[in-house]
């Protein structure tokens, strides 16, 4: 396996920011506003309908209770000042959801002409590899790219490690502006990025929020710079074929 490393600053991401790059962040909500996200061109939430196995998607309740998507969005945006985000809700109170909902969300986004879909979620559930797997399938037709974690703490991650998947891993020793990709001679990649956010004024990092989500969230701003050079690209795939030369 082969890795090459990347930073902010350098080719091919320098001089760009995500402009006209849709994103998505799949999560407890977006603060739309907060002087870290800015504007949210669209805030929705899924609940679950009458029959338990379907989903609406409601327009009232997107507020953000637990600040986690509120979070993630300022780190997409850190990095990708540019894009425009939507938010999808699939939290509310805790941090907890089912693979229908998410299944939904991530659909719900790909219909909406997103190029990516950033899910700093996940689950170890190996019985919810089918409906995220579809999900994911359906989301790659219509030319949009989950970005999830791969693997945290030894644990494996849905959809984070199913085919066809943004892989991200965390390196605690990363700089924001770093990005690792890794080339297996299967012709598949993945990505390792910092776990930390953009920096709270006055809060020693530490005391910031931290974590595997935020290695998500730093990729997809890598991504939504790579995409915005590169609009034909709407496969992993065509991403990886990019980046295969030297960082």
Do not use: C
Request: charged share 20%.
């Amino acid at each position: 396996m082969k890795a090459v490393h990347f930073r902010l600053d350098g080719p091919p991401f320098a001089g760009r920011t995500g402009r006209g790059v849709r994103v998505a962040v799949v999560d407890s909500g977006v603060t739309g506003g907060h002087p870290h996200v800015g504007v949210v061109s669209e805030s929705v939430r899924v609940a679950a309908a009458a029959d338990p196995s379907e989903f609406a998607i409601r327009t009232d309740d997107v507020l953000d209770r637990m600040g986690h998507g509120t979070a993630v969005a300022a780190a997409i945006r850190e990095k990708a000042p540019g894009a425009e985000l939507v938010s999808v809700k699939v939290f509310d109170r805790a941090l907890t959801t089912s693979a229908g909902t998410l299944a939904r969300g991530i659909t719900w986004a790909a219909d909406r002409d997103v190029r990516l879909i950033n899910l700093s979620l996940g689950t170890a559930n190996a019985d919810r590899a089918g409906v995220l797997g579809a999900a994911v399938a359906h989301a790659a037709e219509r030319g949009a790219i989950v970005v999830s974690a791969r693997e945290s703490g030894g644990v494996a991650w849905l959809p984070g490690s199913l085919a066809g998947v943004a892989a991200v891993d965390v390196d605690w020793e990363f700089e924001r502006d770093v990005l690792e990709v890794a080339f297996a001679d299967t012709g598949t990649s993945s990505f390792r990025a910092s776990a930390y956010p953009r920096p709270i004024p006055g809060v020693p990092r530490e005391r910031n929020l931290s974590g595997v989500s935020f290695a998500v969230a730093n990729v997809t701003g890598f991504l939504a710079r790579l995409i915005e050079a590169n609009p034909g690209a709407r496969t992993l795939g065509a991403l990886a074929t990019l980046l295969q030369g030297p960082g």
